[in-house]
């Protein structure tokens, strides 16, 4: 009997016979506590949560400059939750932190006001994973939308190595001013178009892009106006 309540002491089961508790369910062992996703090492030593960061699916945005990606407004209320507050109590809109957060989570238009504002000096940093070289994490101005997925330029998507099928990438947020710094000299987009492994452009148009600069591009010799050589968009 003692060696039985030892043996589900460290796994339950493993004799065969699942010894259950009071509500008749299996007793949860040490083994139960320590192995699989959800064990304690890799659920809390192995990884952590990291404040100040979301995740969400990618998708294009042709609209986007190279340095800029779609951030959504929601994601964004949250990640730049501690600035808002901030913002908020320096121009006297909210006393206390109780009553920005009421602010905040009814979308008041100046909290929204001054969100487009954080969102216009303050860059994030974008990461997908598995991150195999330097260029897997990188900064980006936001550009607020009100999707519920992440927006990024087509010409970085080869640097990532990621494709719009399903894709997700975490946002992460700059804190202290030098890390903004160095997230807008070091890390941006704009600033990373040479691979750091063999100096070759990462930039480069691919699929879409490719064909649509044919078909904008192509010669049509019956067309109106074809052939003409133009000095300034002016002339056209």
């Given at each position: 009997?003692?060696q039985?309540?030892?043996d589900?002491l460290?796994d339950n089961?493993?004799?065969?016979?699942?010894i259950?508790?009071t509500?008749k369910?299996?007793?949860?062992?040490?083994?139960?506590?320590i192995?699989?996703k959800?064990g304690?090492?890799r659920?809390?030593?192995?990884g952590?949560?990291?404040d100040y960061s979301?995740?969400?699916?990618?998708?294009?945005?042709?609209?986007?400059k190279?340095n800029?990606?779609?951030?959504?407004?929601k994601?964004?209320?949250?990640?730049f939750k501690p600035?808002i507050?901030?913002?908020l109590?320096?121009?006297?809109?909210?006393n206390t932190?109780?009553?920005?957060?009421?602010?905040?989570?009814n979308?008041d238009?100046?909290v929204l006001?001054i969100l487009e504002?954080?969102?216009k000096v303050?860059p994030?940093l974008?990461?997908?994973?598995?991150?195999l070289h330097?260029?897997?994490?990188?900064?980006?101005?936001?550009?607020?939308?009100?999707e519920k997925?992440?927006?990024l330029?087509p010409?970085?998507?080869?640097?990532y190595?990621?494709d719009?099928?399903?894709d997700?990438m975490?946002?992460?947020?700059?804190l202290?001013?030098e890390a903004q710094l160095?997230a807008?000299?070091?890390?941006?987009?704009?600033?990373n178009?040479?691979?750091?492994?063999?100096?070759?452009?990462?930039?480069?148009p691919s699929?879409d892009?490719?064909?649509?600069?044919y078909?904008m591009?192509r010669k049509?010799?019956n067309?109106?106006g074809?052939?003409?050589i133009l000095?300034?968009?002016k002339?056209a």
């Amino acid at each position: 009997m003692l060696q039985e309540s030892v043996d589900a002491l460290f796994d339950n089961g493993r004799r065969g016979r699942v010894i259950l508790g009071t509500n008749k369910r299996p007793l949860k062992s040490l083994s139960d506590i320590i192995k699989g996703k959800q064990g304690r090492f890799r659920q809390n030593l192995l990884g952590k949560r990291v404040d100040y960061s979301g995740r969400s699916v990618i998708t294009v945005g042709p609209f986007l400059k190279l340095n800029q990606c779609g951030l959504p407004r929601k994601m964004a209320l949250e990640l730049f939750k501690p600035y808002i507050f901030g913002k908020l109590q320096f121009m006297n809109l909210a006393n206390t932190i109780k009553s920005a957060k009421k602010m905040l989570d009814n979308e008041d238009p100046m909290v929204l006001n001054i969100l487009e504002k954080i969102a216009k000096v303050h860059p994030v940093l974008l990461n997908r994973a598995p991150t195999l070289h330097r260029l897997g994490i990188q900064a980006f101005d936001p550009i607020l939308t009100d999707e519920k997925v992440i927006q990024l330029h087509p010409l970085v998507c080869s640097a990532y190595n990621a494709d719009f099928d399903g894709d997700q990438m975490a946002v992460h947020i700059p804190l202290t001013n030098e890390a903004q710094l160095e997230a807008r000299v070091l890390m941006m987009s704009t600033n990373n178009i040479l691979s750091s492994a063999n100096s070759e452009p990462v930039i480069v148009p691919s699929q879409d892009i490719v064909l649509g600069l044919y078909y904008m591009t192509r010669k049509d010799i019956n067309s109106k106006g074809s052939g003409m050589i133009l000095n300034s968009i002016k002339e056209a």
